[in-house]
């Protein structure tokens, strides 16, 4: 297992953290995301239901994959009547040509990119969407900036997803960036941090540094006040399989 592979499965370990620090997606990038007179759309990579949730405000039939019991089991209690299911983007367990549409947010980046493409191609009708998204914080702004360098340094550097190589299944290739900003309390912008993948796989010692430092920053940095306006990019990708 290389070191991505092994911290794909660091999340289950700070679901409480993951569902307080982290942003859901706008009405603007689900829209883009799913294509017209969608019913039947599944979250893979599903986590803790971040993205499952604005899918179940729009009544559409969905199922969510996810192959970690932790975030898995957060989701089920948050979105029952979501048909949640252990499994992995490479090796889903759904029939074939069951949905509309595939979403996947901050996920895809973890999967064995060739077989979940096949996998994705095989569970859509034919001219269904696969649709990608990612949410980066936006570092032109000055604080931002500043709290992005220092989960670089921990990370080892930058991690731009590059574009997705979707293989001959798939057309039509097409991409955005929504900018919104995300309103969650202050506290919790310490957890934002914490629940990323390499944060979780630090050695104890350097993890506390780390958010030692976070909260450094949000205390001298930070706008004034318990909730901080978070601005984020979503960085969005859409395809339609042949
Ligand atoms: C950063 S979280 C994103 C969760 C959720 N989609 C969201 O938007 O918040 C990444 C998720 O991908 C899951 N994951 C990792 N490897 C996977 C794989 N091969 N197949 C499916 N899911 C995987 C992890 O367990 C984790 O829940």
């Not at 997803?161 to 995300?182: I, K, M, S």
């Amino acid at each position: 297992m290389d070191r991505d592979r092994a911290l794909a499965t660091t999340f289950g370990a700070v679901v409480g953290e993951y569902e307080q620090g982290r942003p859901g997606y706008p009405d603007a990038v689900v829209d883009w995301l799913l294509p017209p007179a969608c019913t039947q759309v599944l979250d893979l990579g599903a986590g803790t239901g971040k993205l499952t949730a604005s899918l179940v405000a729009r009544g559409l039939a969905v199922r969510a994959v996810e192959p970690s019991d932790a975030m898995r089991e957060r989701l089920h209690a948050l979105f029952p009547q979501v048909d949640a299911r252990a499994g992995t983007a490479e090796q889903t367990g759904l029939p074939d040509a069951c949905v509309d549409a595939v979403v996947v947010g901050q996920a895809w980046h973890w999967f064995d990119e060739a077989a979940a493409a096949r996998e994705v191609a095989r569970v859509l009708r034919p001219g269904g969407t696969l649709g990608l998204v990612w949410n980066r914080l936006d570092r032109s702004v000055p604080w931002v900036g500043r709290l992005q360098e220092l989960v670089e340094a921990a990370a080892g550097g930058p991690s731009d997803e590059p574009a997705p190589r979707l293989g001959a299944a798939f057309e039509d290739l097409e991409q955005v960036t929504v900018t919104w900003t995300h309103r969650q309390s202050r506290e919790s912008l310490r957890s934002t941090v914490a629940s990323r993948s390499y944060v979780v796989a630090l050695p104890d010692a350097e993890r506390e540094t780390l958010l030692g430092r976070v909260d450094e920053l949000v205390e001298r940095e930070v706008p004034p006040g318990p909730q901080v306006d978070v601005p984020y990019l979503s960085g969005c990708w859409r395809a339609r399989a042949r």
